[in-house]
Nanobody, 123 residues
């Protein structure tokens, strides 16, 4: 199976920055799309940013120009650099990977989620 471990969340003042990291481990053959989603209290989970294997990126309009997604294929890792943070960015941020992995001896396509990391933007 594949596991995702996130880190980097915390409390930051408005206008500040944080960098989230997500590392994948397990019987990974290839990681296709990697992404970050977030869920604020009382709201549905929403897409923040994604990056493909060819490093094509996609961002939610609300974070364009402030957040940057990147990946390190050698480390099976994806990062989210968040600048100019606003109180409305407060949420639990989840890492999401679409991967090919070996499961019970068979290569399978999996969508895997991390456990989430809390980002709080408050003065």
């Amino acid at each position: 199976q594949v596991q995702l471990v996130e880190s980097g969340g915390g409390l930051v003042q408005p206008g500040g920055s944080l960098r989230l990291s997500c590392a994948a481990s397990g019987s990974i053959v290839n990681i296709l799309r990697m992404g970050w989603y977030r869920q604020a209290p009382g709201k549905q989970r929403e897409l923040v940013a994604t990056i493909t294997g060819t490093r094509d990126t996609n961002y939610a309009d609300s974070v364009k120009g402030r957040f940057t997604i990147s990946r390190d294929n050698a480390k099976n890792a994806v990062y989210l650099q968040m600048n100019s943070l606003k109180p409305e960015d407060t949420a639990v941020y989840y890492c999401n990977n679409n991967v090919f992995a070996v499961v019970s001896g068979t290569q399978r396509y999996l969508e895997v989620w991390g456990q989430g990391t809390l980002v709080t933007v408050s003065s």
